[in-house]
Structures are given as C-alpha cells and as structure tokens.
C-alpha cells in the first residue's frame, strides 16, 4: 500500500479540464492485487475522484491510488487526488461466442479482430465448458492495424486457462480479477501445424532433383525421403521450435504424411509429369482441350439444358424483384415526403411550447422579485417581543477571514469556475453546479436578494462570499434587534454577502 494514497481503486478516466484536471469514474476497488466485485466498505464513498496534471486519454481505464485531503481555498471542504500504477495493468477478458476451439481461435486471430484493449492487456478466450474458458494472453504490441481490423503480427502466444469465477463484470466489461496472471499451460502458434511440418519437410528435401523434369525414379526417390524423414533429429527440431514434447512432434508429423501419402503418390507427381509434357508440345495441349471440351458437352446435354432453364427462372425472379424494388422506391419517397410534413408541424409546435416556456419564465421571474421585496420589507418591520428581557447574542456578526484564500482571479470565467468548485461539494447536483453558480453571480451583480431553503444553505452562502471577498458570509439575526436604529449597523458596514 503507498502510505501517501492509501486507497486503491480501478477507475476509468471520463473527462479533462481546461486546468489538466482529470476526472475519474470509481468502478471498484482492490485488496491484496485482486480485482473485488464491489465497492469496499472500509473505503469513503467517493465515486468521482480528480487526477492532476492528467495526461490519459478518455476512457483509459488502470489501477488508482487515491486519497482525500483538505481543500487548500475553504476550510470547511475536502477534495481528492490521485496516481495511476503504471506496472500494473488489468487484464480485460474477450469471449469469442463463435470459437470452438484452438484451430478457430487461429484462424479468428489471423483473419483480424475488430475490438479495441481498453488497458493494453488481454485475455481472449472460448467456452470449453460451463466454467472453463480457454484461450491466449497478448497485449496490444501482438497486433497491427490493418484496415479496420487489428491482425496479429506475433508468431506466437501464451496459451492459458481460467475459471469462470475469476471473471469479474463491471458495466459491460470483463476484467481477471488477479493483477499478476498465472494462468499458461502451453504456447499456441500462430501458424497451423500442417503449414509449418509442410514447410520442415521442404526446407529438407535436396532441391538438384527439381531442377530437371520429373522421372519415375526422381518420384519413387522423394516417396521414399518421405517415408524415412522421420528421424529422431527431425522431431527434436520440431519440438525445440514449436515447444511441444518430442511424442507429439512424432504425432503431429505421421498425421501429416499418413493424411497426405495417399496425394502424394497419385496427384502431384502425376500432375508434374504430364504437366511437363504438355508445356512441352502446346499443339497437343490445344488439342486435349478440345477433346475434353466436347467429350464434356456430350456426356452433360441435360444438365446443361436443366441449368440453362434455371437461368431462366432466375432472371425471371430478377425482374418481378426489380419490379418490386421500383415500387418500394416510390412509396419510400412518398414516405418521406409524409416525414418531412410531420417534422415541420412538430417544429411549429416546438416553437409554440418556447413561447408559452418564455412567457412562463418571466411569470416566475415577476414572481420571484415580488417574494424578494416582500421579504425586504418584513426584515425591516418592527418586532414585537412578547418578553422585555434583554436579549444575550448580538443582532450583527461580521464575516470572517479564510486564511490561505490567496487565489487570483482574472476575468468572469475564472469566477464561475473557481465558484463552481468551492459549492461542488455543498448538496448540489453536479450536473446542476455550472448553472448554479451563474444565478448567484447574476442576482449578486443585480441586488436581487435571494432564499436559499435546505440544510446546506449556508455553507452554499459562506462558499459564495469566499469565492468573493475571501470570507465567510457576515450574520444578521432578525430576532436580536432591539431598534430601527441598530439597521445603521447594517448599512455602515463593509461585508458583501449578508445572511439574514
């Protein structure tokens, strides 16, 4: 634990400002280098932390320390920081629902993915039973970008296995919940087995018999060097180069020549051998051609006729589908024609609902500025006491000093936004704060007397004056005058937020 940020949390970076604050979302937490599915308990409930002099890309998601201290410009607030552990990196899990095994898992690499590495590290995987997954651990160095898929350009990776309740979801997301992986049972190779025994065995055989054409013995040799190839040297060269144990190096190389002796010896060579002929004499190449093209024609007089027919068919269908796509054009058309009516009767009604909105605002405002001089005038009423005894508070107290407030501010935005952090944390919703800050700047410019109502009213006063003048918003207690005469106390003083 870094004694310095004693929380640690995973978190996804979802904005910046124009101060290089960046602002993290919480999604959970860790103990003990694991992943936990939910927030802990022992943790404040923060769930948006900031991150100074941040430097992420938005939606990077990594591992944070975090802590909270005092807020360097009002006393009475806390903010946080934070750091993000570079070393160490979650690993987000990829299940493929159409792989079924390693030779799909090759192919699916191969062919290029289309999903982006939120951390940088990885697991993609299938299902090999309900609680068993299988698959690779790679990191976004093994691709490339190509088009608009990622392909991979490692000849191999780590082969690994995990349990179904290492997963852990967090919206829309699978991560392993151990920050140190420990998970491999093998290597997979990128490239499939029969291509690279395929490529052993060519590299071995002696190229001088290639050079001239094919003879019965040239033929008979090469069968017989694929017969006895398999020599104890050849399987450890395999097995040292594709880490696997020398058995199934053995294995892997009599599957490939039991599958292929049968084409060896009847297709290739064969095809070698007349292929050789006829490059030699294209008269007759020309000729054999011409024989098989009617000898073809005349053994397949009706399934000609039967495919001609079902051409026929086709293009029919083709041109009621035409016929039909032509109609649907026109009624589309006709459709859009109906929309873009709708649109503009819903646009005139849109303008309507502003104007009665409009009109409604400045009922509220009319409203608003009845209530505040109602409330000015009864603060200047004469109370009654029912009791002549001498009252032991005073009816006036001064502001006070908040010492470290030595921020500078420049213009009106500055204003607003160091405003709109000192009452972030005072009850204020945070999509409400921007807006928030504005109305109490602007009553303030304008001498509109305000009612803040809630339990936070208070502090959102003393953030106000703060922000303003560098003090807390002075008192005035109604219930301790004792004259009309103590008002000239009010009057005389100096404080610009009051507190009635």
């Not at 806390?78 to 095994?101: A, G, H, M, R, W």
């Not at 691709?143 to 490692?154: A, H, L």
């Not at 990128?190 to 071995?204: A, F, P």
Request: with cysteine.
């Amino acid at each position: 634990m870094n004694e310095n940020f004693p929380y640690t949390s995973l978190c996804v970076v979802i904005g910046k400002n124009k101060k290089s604050v960046g602002k993290l979302k919480r999604l959970t937490d860790v103990e003990n280098n694991s992943i936990i599915k939910c927030f802990n308990s022992q943790f404040p409930s923060q769930t948006s932390l900031e991150n100074k002099n941040c430097t992420l890309s938005i939606n990077f998601i990594g591992i944070f320390g975090w802590r909270i201290k005092p807020n360097g410009l009002n006393v009475y607030r806390t903010e946080t920081d934070s750091v993000c552990y570079f070393k160490k990196i979650p690993v987000e899990i990829f299940i493929l629902q159409d792989c079924k095994n390693e030779t799909d898992l090759r192919t699916i690499l191969q062919d290029g993915i289309d999903f982006d590495f939120s951390t940088g590290r990885a697991l993609i995987v299938y299902q090999v039973s309900e609680n068993i997954f299988r698959g690779v651990h790679c990191s976004k160095n093994d691709f490339e970008t190509i088009g608009n898929k990622k392909k991979i350009k490692s000849e191999s990776l780590t082969l690994c296995e995990i349990n179904r309740q290492d997963c852990i979801f967090i919206e829309e997301k699978i991560f392993y919940s151990k920050l140190n992986f420990s998970g491999s049972i093998g290597t997979l190779r990128i490239e499939s087995t029969d291509s690279y025994i395929k490529d052993k065995i060519i590299s071995h055989i002696n190229q001088t018999n290639f050079k001239n054409n094919f003879s019965e013995t040239d033929l008979q040799t090469f069968r017989d060097f694929i017969k006895n190839f398999s020599t104890a040297d050849f399987y450890k060269e395999i097995a040292s180069e594709y880490l696997i144990s020398v058995d199934d190096a053995k294995k892997y190389v009599n599957e490939f020549v039991s599958a292929n002796e049968e084409y060896l010896r009847t297709e290739i060579f064969d095809d070698e051998v007349l292929t050789s002929i006829l490059i030699k004499s294209p008269k007759l190449l020309e000729q054999l051609l011409e024989l098989l093209q009617e000898q073809w024609q005349a053994e397949n007089q009706e399934k000609i006729a039967e495919v001609n027919l079902q051409l026929r068919e086709v293009q029919q269908k083709i041109e009621e589908e035409l016929k039909t796509c032509i109609e649907l054009e026109e009624e589309i058309k006709n459709k859009q024609s109906e929309l873009e009516e709708i649109s503009n009767q819903i646009k005139q009604r849109e303008n309507f609902a502003t104007d009665v909105e409009n009109k409604i605002s400045e009922r509220i405002e009319a409203a608003k500025k009845n209530a505040a001089d109602f409330i000015c005038e009864m603060a200047f009423v004469n109370p009654t006491f029912e009791s002549p005894q001498p009252v032991q508070n005073i009816f006036y107290r001064a502001g006070k000093n908040v010492e470290g407030n030595d921020t500078e501010i420049e213009d009106l935005n500055d204003f607003i936004y160091t405003l709109e952090t000192e009452i972030g944390g005072e009850g204020v919703h945070s999509e409400n704060i921007l807006p928030f800050a504005a109305y109490l700047i602007a009553a303030y410019v304008n001498k509109i007397l305000l009612l803040l109502a809630g339990p936070n009213a208070r502090d959102i006063a003393d953030a106000f004056s703060v922000t303003l003048t560098g003090k807390t918003a002075a008192i005035f207690d109604c219930a301790c005058v004792k004259s009309l005469e103590d008002f000239s106390t009010v009057a005389e003083n100096d404080d610009e937020v009051i507190a009635v």
